[in-house]
């Protein structure tokens, strides 16, 4: 039997239906790859990865989630407060912060020496000194006002609300909530 050959002379000619499952195919693909690209751009937009330089959390890599409020137990990243304690220790545009939920709104915050207490249940020990000598002064007592909440760590050294200097963090610091990924 003979097979037909193209006008090039060493190939046979394509079946016309051929062509157009072709053109389908890369409409297709072209479709599927526009899809994907939106929804990795929508992803994109509504989180981070961070890498955790701080000792003061268990884990070194999170997945960040922006704005969402966080619920007592959560990752916390927030943007810290402007002070020169910050600034001398963090530089003058600092990395997000990122702490652990201990208080939410309305829990009362309350010191018993240099322990502090949050609903009666110890959740840190204050320190009068920094690592460096700077005096530290202890956090705000009371409830804590709505849209703020208690962010600290369980690292003795942790630099968060125990400390006026960070004090409660509240909804227009927060960046997101974070899931630990390593």
């Known amino acids: 039997m003979a ?5 090039a002379g060493n190939t046979p000619p394509r079946h016309p239906s051929l062509r157009r499952w072709s053109a389908w195919g890369m409409l ?8 994907a690209h ?3 751009y929508e992803w994109r937009s509504r989180h981070l990865l961070l890498i955790n330089s701080s000792n003061s ?16 137990g959560d990752y916390v990243f927030f943007d810290p407060p ?3 304690l910050v600034k001398r220790h963090f530089g003058v545009h600092p990395q ?5 939920v201990y208080g939410m709104p309305g829990d009362i915050v309350a010191h018993r020496g240099a322990t502090v207490t ?4 110890p959740v840190a020990t204050m320190k009068p000194r920094s690592r460096f000598g700077e005096t530290l002064t202890p956090g705000v007592t009371g409830a804590i006002p709505a849209g703020c909440y208690f962010a600290g760590t369980p690292h003795p050294d942790g630099f968060d609300s125990r400390y006026a200097q960070i004090g409660f ?4 610091q927060i960046i997101g909530t974070g899931e630990p990924v390593l």
């Not at 097979?3 to 006008?7: E, L, N, Q």
């Not at 297709?28 to 899809?35: N, R």
């Not at 268990?58 to 619920?71: H, M, Y």
């Not at 997000?96 to 652990?100: T, V």
């Open 38 to 40: 939106a929804a990795i």
């Open 3 to 7: 097979t037909a050959v193209s006008k």
């Open 96 to 100: 997000m912060f990122g702490k652990i």
């Open 118 to 121: 949050i609903n009666g249940d």
């Open 57 to 72: 959390l268990p884990n070194w890599a999170f997945v960040i989630e922006r704005g969402v409020s966080p619920k007592q």
């Open 82 to 84: 402007s002070n020169v």
């Open 28 to 35: 297709a693909s072209f479709i599927g790859i526009c899809i």
């Open 169 to 172: 963090v509240c909804a227009r």
